[in-house]
């Protein structure tokens, strides 16, 4: 068995950490679902929530403070996500779409 | 030696489930997706130490804000929930899951009561730190160095809960939000025409009458 398959380190996490940022970014820069944006952004926040684990549990696993900045991560991300389907709910009264490309009224 | 093991099957489901949120057709599966992506980040919680953390993530991630996605998706989806024309795949998912929930009964009874005894199954670096979990330590952090944003995040929740419900609440009849624009406030209200409705209203007619006068206005 090789040593990166059988050694889990903080290199291992910080991988799956960027790989899931990076799935989310093409999620939000892509789906023209409105909800999907939404998921995908989640899908962003999570991937630092690992990041932040990892590192705490590596660096300093006796302080915690990274796992009271994923709390915190976790806080807001939940309001985010509230404020967000408010305002799908808001634009779909509105405009009947959940498409991106109908709400682009803004453009100049 | 059950760490790699653990890692590499919940770094499959994650980065597979992620893949599923951002790629699949369907978006009430993308939400199904997720909440896979969201346990096995739990998982990666628990190898890393944070026990208090995955319980969070599993009750308000992949619990919670889902269940909020999906009412969301249910609210502004036109999509066929129930869609039954097809009898094959109704006869097979049954059997299916109640394999999986048989097998991983199987395996859970198994590995609790025979093959590992509680405490041997978690690999060394778990729980290393206290043995009761760092669920106090976290509270002891939270209210001493941490007490500011701590506050600070309570408030942001509740203005966030009420900015929610002001902004997806229906307008009421005469309730006219933007004094400003020149526009009587019909049955979806005054919001609705500056956001350009073009739907949910009574006729096309006034609405491009008071898109006119909007754009006229502003």
């Known amino acids: 068995m090789p040593d990166w398959l059988a050694n889990i380190g903080l290199s291992h996490y910080l991988t799956v950490s960027f790989v899931l940022f990076g799935i989310g970014l093409l999620g939000v820069v892509t789906s023209r679902h409105v909800i999907r944006v939404l998921m995908s952004v989640e899908l962003m926040l999570n991937a630092v929530n690992v990041a932040l684990v990892a590192f705490n549990n590596t660096v300093n696993p006796n302080d915690l403070s990274g796992q009271v900045f994923s709390i915190f991560v976790l806080t807001i991300s939940a309001a985010e996500a509230a404020v967000g389907l408010a305002l799908v709910i808001a634009l779909y009264r509105a405009k009947s779409s959940v498409d991106m490309t109908s709400f682009s009224i803004l453009k100049g | 030696m059950i760490e790699p093991i653990i890692f590499w099957t919940f770094a499959l489901i994650a980065v597979g489930g992620a893949l599923g949120v951002v790629l699949h057709r369907s978006i009430l599966y993308s939400a199904l997706f997720l909440i896979a992506t969201f346990l096995s980040i739990a998982a990666f919680f628990v190898l890393n130490n944070a026990d208090f953390l995955a319980v969070a993530q599993t009750v308000v991630y992949a619990v919670g804000l889902t269940i909020v996605m999906l009412f969301g998706i249910m609210f502004t989806g ?86 929610a419900i002001v902004i997806s609440k229906r307008e009421l009849d005469g309730d006219v939000v933007m004094t400003h624009v020149a526009v009587e406030p019909d049955e979806t209200g005054a919001l609705a025409c500056a956001l350009n409705a073009n739907s949910d209203a009574s006729s096309d007619s006034v609405q491009g009458d008071s898109q006119a006068r909007i754009l006229t206005t502003v």
């Open chain 2, 78 to 163: 036109q999509l066929p929930f129930a869609k039954r024309t097809d009898g094959k795949t109704v006869s097979l998912a049954p059997p299916v899951a109640v394999f999986i929930f048989l097998t991983l009964l199987a395996a859970v009874a198994l590995s609790a009561f025979v093959l590992f005894p509680v405490g041997d199954l978690l690999p060394q670096t778990v729980l290393e730190l206290t043995k009761e979990g760092t669920t106090k330590m976290l509270g002891k952090l939270l209210f001493s160095s941490y007490v500011f944003p701590f506050e600070l995040a309570s408030v942001l929740l509740l203005v966030a809960m009420m900015g």
